[in-house]
């Protein structure tokens, strides 16, 4: 059980995972390498994560007490959870009327929105931490999870529609259960971002914390929800029996998406050019300043790490094989 576990933290290069013991939550951090969207590295790697999961309980012996509850999405990018699809990849395949790379990485996208809304169709709970901006993909990212947490200065929209199209992986779907598809609707087509606190007010998100107080309240969501799992983990389950999540009809959805997308003209194409610069140029200003760190990154620079020495499994460690004690230095 032991190697089964430790492979749910694999060589990512776009991903961080960090494991909380006391809560038995997995934490998987967005760390873009070139811009805060969903390049198709990270899809890769959001879904081998996925599968690892699965594999993991799929190992576990009917004596064995599984040692993940929770899932939890974050990002390592200070202000910013997502800014969602690879905007810079949909500008060049529609250029070249590309439409079967365009419907792949469209179904990579819902596959893992999908997988994430129905928590792995295992025993766990998936959460998102909203602290910054999640729009477009980012923002159906943050929905698919069973619970949303954002902090009062989390900014959440979908802006497509300004470049004349529209959210294709799962966006309606997903706001459409929690709100109605009126107020899906509304919030689609007028463009514009929301606070935490207005889509609280929507029964979008579940909680709101103060700027800076994600992590606590999340933990405060895990342990209230562990000490009442049986009920919570039940309506769960009634709730995704009540309004299940239809992975054929987000499929077909995306067939919409491309199309429309296809249909773009070069003025709407030359406004997602600028919005890749504008991300890039976002990305190039944080990278020149301090890095936030998680309070997980913050154990590794306090005082000094002497070897060798013993992991929280019993294992003796010899030797520091980090280069950076910060892996996005070397990303």
Not at 31 to 49: A, D, G, I, T, Y
Not at 133 to 146: I, P, Q, T, V, Y
Request: charged share 25%; proline share 3%.
């Amino acid at each position: 059980m032991k190697g089964d576990f430790l492979q749910l933290f694999g060589d990512y290069r776009e991903l961080s995972i960090r494991y909380d013991a006391e809560h038995r939550a997995l934490w998987c951090y967005y760390n873009p390498s070139v811009r805060p969207c969903f390049s198709l590295l990270m899809l890769k790697e959001l879904r081998q994560l996925q599968q690892s999961i699965t594999d993991y309980f799929a190992a576990l012996q009917q004596e064995d007490e599984p040692l993940v509850r929770y899932l939890v999405l974050h990002s390592q990018v200070p202000g910013v959870f997502n800014l969602g699809g690879d905007l810079a990849l949909f500008g060049q395949l529609i250029r070249e009327k590309n439409r079967q790379l365009l419907e792949d990485y469209a179904r990579k996208c819902i596959d893992i929105c999908y997988l994430n809304s129905v928590n792995l169709h295992l025993p766990i709970t998936t959460v998102s931490l909203v602290e910054g901006a999640a729009l477009g993909g980012g923002f159906e990212s943050a929905l698919s999870s069973n619970i949303l947490i954002a902090t009062e200065n989390a900014e959440m929209g979908f802006p497509e529609i300004r470049f004349n199209l529209f959210p294709g992986m799962g966006a309606y779907s997903l706001l459409a259960r929690r709100c109605g598809m009126s107020r899906a609707e509304e919030l689609i087509f007028s463009g514009e971002t929301y606070s935490a606190a207005a889509l609280y007010q929507m029964g979008i998100v579940h909680r709101v914390a103060e700027p800076g107080k994600g992590l606590e309240a999340v933990q405060a969501f895990m342990r209230k929800h562990h000490q009442l799992g049986n009920g919570y983990r039940a309506l769960q389950q009634v709730r995704q029996r009540y309004h299940a999540m239809d992975y054929r009809e987000l499929y077909e959805i995306t067939k919409i998406w491309v199309d429309a997308a296809l249909r773009l003209k070069e003025k709407d194409l030359r406004l997602i050019d600028r919005l890749v610069k504008a991300q890039s140029a976002k990305m190039t200003s944080l990278k020149q300043s301090p890095l936030m760190r998680t309070k997980q990154d913050r154990r590794f620079m306090t005082g000094a790490t002497v070897f060798p020495l013993t992991d929280r499994f019993g294992n003796t460690i010899t030797l520091d094989r980090r280069k950076e004690p910060d892996r996005r230095l070397y990303n």
